[in-house]
């Protein structure tokens, strides 16, 4: 067959072989490559996407778009959330899941637990725009195992918890369950809200809904995929789940976006209604 | 370096080599591939994504995924609206956008103009789907060239013009600037409307700013890009920008949305405000 090829040496190409789609950004260098205890890790420079940071081949961070995703997994529960005060980011190695949390001023404490610390230390290197919170004197930077984590975790405690992982594969794996979810429910307070990034609302329909039946099980008084866009994500589109002990979803803090003393690219208060809503295809898929 | 490479003759890549990205479907078969008067015309089946279309090379749909553009290419414009009769689409030749149009009733007669008769033919073959709206008796196929049938058409006579055309490389270069929308503002009655496909959020903002500088340049009271998820499109995000003679699209017809007597499998009332809420990256880039 007659197909386009991508010039050898000059792409990085993500594969996506459960969806038959692969998604290319052209790269100028690598600038890294090495085996860390837990995963591959690489960065290279692209064309137009800035520099690239994978794991285990897969494309977690670009400088050009990752402002979609970091804004979409923290601004939405923090603006539901009445007054969160204490937070906690599970993954987010990158640091800029941190930098979008501590923008909040009610926050008075923000803990990352990093499994890979690897990963902080070159995203420190290649995304410092992400990094400019760090030292924060609210922000605590932890390298540890997310789950150990939470086990140990004192009850009732924390307002939100954002579940910034990779997919449900390799290090992730273990955070994407019923098991977890509730390990996690006992640690928020009551009305606390659980983010977890929960992939394309096109290719990935049935993990969306089993992690919102394993968040049900786990407790939770409701769950709500969001949808937003993510470009070096499968599909382009991308989602993450809320869910809330003991209170709903389906009112947020309007006022307070709108006035609020810090920038965002894309988060708005419309922007915040519009990707709570369910496309009809999603929420028949959710009802099934 | 050492990248992954995609297996030969498995995949149908399109390069967007001023992005530097790609995005590949890996495919079965090559279902037709032929040279029209006017482009080079493909049809693929693929793996996951049903069939795909590619006019010159570039993906223009697929089975899986093109509800999200046609169904947004066609109901907001529809539904901001008050009593649309007459509707005009430039292009469109897979018909998918006349099916969405036609769903409303109070659409009395719809004429699509598309230059490659073609492209209609071979949609009809494999993506039947999209054309069961086609011997509607509201229905006009018209294969010319919509340049020209803008200027012989006349004054004050339509109600909603909707370019669905493909890039503004090739046959569809001509609709992408202010002489073309200023015969479409003459031709759009009072509080009639104007809908041009204008690519990428992400990736193509000087083409969005220069889209609404040509509609604002044409007459239009306002202009207005919306953006929505289309996964097989350069960065899986796209838009479109909406114009309209002598009223604004702050409103639509909440109501008449929700009490709809059709399915949509994406647009809702919800769907169209958070379509309508413009990034501040975006904002910012119009401004300036």
Redesign the interface.
């Known amino acids: ?6 010039p ?2 000059q ?5 996506h ?1 459960g ?8 790269i100028t260098d ?1 600038l890294l ?1 090495e085996q860390t205890p837990y995963q591959k890790l690489a960065v290279y420079h ?4 800035g520099n690239v940071l994978t794991l285990d ?1 897969l494309m977690q961070v670009t400088t ?2 990752n ?1 979609l995703y970091h804004e979409m997994m923290s601004h939405p529960a923090l603006f539901v959330h009445e007054h969160p005060q204490r937070v906690v980011i599970i993954g987010g190695g990158d640091c800029g899941t941190l930098k979008e949390v501590l923008k909040h001023k009610s926050v008075k404490h923000a803990t990352q637990v990093e499994i890979d610390e690897r990963v902080t230390q070159v995203s420190l290197q290649y995304f410092p725009e992400l990094a400019t919170s760090n030292h924060d004197p609210r922000a605590e930077l932890k390298f540890d195992d997310g789950i150990k984590w939470m086990d140990e975790a004192d009850d009732n405690s924390v307002d939100v918890i954002i579940i910034d992982s990779s997919d449900p594969i390799g290090p992730g794996e273990g955070l994407f369950n019923a098991k977890f979810y509730r390990s996690c429910h006992r640690v928020l307070r009551d009305g606390g809200i659980l983010v977890q990034q929960s992939e394309s ?3 990935h329909q049935p993990l969306i809904k089993s992690i919102c039946d394993a968040m049900d099980e786990a407790g939770f008084s409701v769950v709500q995929p969001i ?1 937003f ?1 993510q ?1 070096c994500y499968p ?3 991308w989602s993450c789940t809320l869910a809330r002990k003991g209170k709903d979803l389906k009112h947020f803090r309007e006022h307070d976006v709108e006035k609020r003393d810090f ?4 988060y ?1 208060a ?2 915040h ?5 369910l ?3 999603l929420a028949e898929f959710l009802r099934t």
């Open positions: 067959m007659n197909m386009t090829k991508l050898e040496n792409w990085l190409t993500e594969i072989p969806q038959g789609s692969a998604f290319s950004l052209q690598k490559e692209s064309t137009h996407f081949g050009l778009d402002f609302p096109l290719l949808c866009p470009p599909s382009g589109w920038d965002t690219r894309y708005t419309d922007i209604r519009g990707a709570f809503a496309p009809p295809f």
